[in-house]
């Protein structure tokens, strides 16, 4: 049954507030520490948390093949690989900014790579990458490593060579399956395909597949998300994150190309939201809190 919703709740919190991605928020960030004042804080933060539970790592490739509109990520959109080579150098050199700062051998206990699409670098270059960072470094016995994955250019390949790197979680952006949502959002992926890419990824030997599902996108209605999640749950994914739709036009030039009044409604919104909370729950997912 769907919950009553307060209007004026509704109309108060559907704003375009900060995301708890980082905290503090980034709107607070201040640039008043100085360049000497941050490396000791470096040092000094990393010493203590490397000795009592290992260091995590966030490693942004940007690249995607075709520009998805509803995105608000630091993207880059090109069909030209040659850029890997040269991304790839510039976070050797970043790493080894770091490697100087850390006095000690680091712990890696997390890792993750984002995008942009990840998979847009070839297997060849993520072992390369994996390698440099892990080049001398310790790998904690209980470490977690993960990326984000797109269902139409996960390959085999890529799989089986980051299992061997030591990936344990793939995370795929299904966002939405309705054909019309994918048309306006230009991100065109058959469920056969995630299907595929999420057996595919267990059969390898990955422990956790998750997906990406957004609520709140262009022409989503409450029928074509229950059919949705009806479909991702099928599918048995590990884990969830089903978030909201932040339309922030004036960062995002992308989010321009569709017409605003194809977009839910506040109260339509939060009906989205309950109605698919609703649906994992019946389904034994369990509501563990926001992710972004």
């Known amino acids: 049954m769907m919950q009553a919703v307060n209007p004026l709740l509704v109309r108060k919190y559907n704003q375009?507030?900060?995301?708890?991605?980082?905290?503090?928020?980034?709107?607070?960030?201040?640039?008043?520490?100085?360049?000497?004042?941050?490396?000791?804080?470096?040092?000094?933060?990393f010493s203590e948390q490397n000795h009592i539970n290992g260091i995590s790592l966030y490693i942004h490739l940007p690249f995607c093949e075709s520009l998805c509109t509803y995105c608000g990520c630091n993207k880059?959109?090109?069909?030209?690989?040659?850029?890997?080579?040269?991304?790839?150098?510039?976070?050797?050199?970043?790493?080894?900014?770091?490697?100087?700062?850390?006095?000690?051998?680091?712990?890696?206990?997390?890792?993750?790579?984002?995008?942009?699409?990840?998979?847009?670098?070839?297997?060849?270059?993520?072992?390369?990458?994996?390698?440099?960072?892990?080049?001398?470094?310790i790998i904690h016995p209980r470490h977690e490593f993960s990326i984000?994955?797109?269902?139409?250019?996960?390959?085999?390949?890529?799989?089986?060579?980051?299992?061997?790197?030591?990936?344990?979680?793939i995370s795929y952006g299904v966002q939405d399956n309705d054909a019309k949502v994918q048309r306006v959002i230009n991100r065109i992926q058959p469920v056969e395909n995630v299907r595929l890419a999420t057996e595919e990824a267990r059969l390898i030997g990955f422990t956790s597949v998750n997906y990406d599902l957004i609520y709140g996108l262009p022409f989503q209605t409450l029928e074509s998300i229950e059919r949705t999640i009806n479909q991702v749950i099928e599918l048995k994914p590990d884990r969830i994150a089903f978030y909201s739709y932040a339309h922030v036009p004036w960062t995002s030039k992308a989010q321009r190309l569709f017409d605003e009044n194809d977009l839910p409604d506040a109260e339509t919104k939060i009906q989205l939201y309950l109605k698919g909370k609703e649906l994992l729950t019946k389904a034994g997912y369990e509501d563990i809190g926001m992710d972004h």
């Open 148 to 169: 984000e994955g797109h269902p139409n250019n996960t390959t085999t390949e890529h799989l089986e060579k980051l299992h061997k790197l030591g990936f344990q979680r």
């Open 76 to 137: 880059k959109i090109t069909t030209n690989h040659s850029v890997e080579e040269e991304y790839l150098l510039a976070i050797e050199k970043e790493w080894n900014l770091y490697r100087q700062l850390m006095k000690q051998t680091p712990v890696i206990r997390e890792l993750h790579l984002g995008g942009g699409t990840p998979t847009f670098f070839s297997p060849k270059n993520l072992e390369r990458l994996i390698g440099f960072i892990t080049k001398n470094s």
């Open 16 to 45: 375009p507030l900060p995301r708890y991605t980082s905290y503090p928020t980034v709107p607070v960030w201040k640039e008043k520490i100085a360049v000497e004042e941050w490396k000791q804080i470096f040092t000094k933060k």
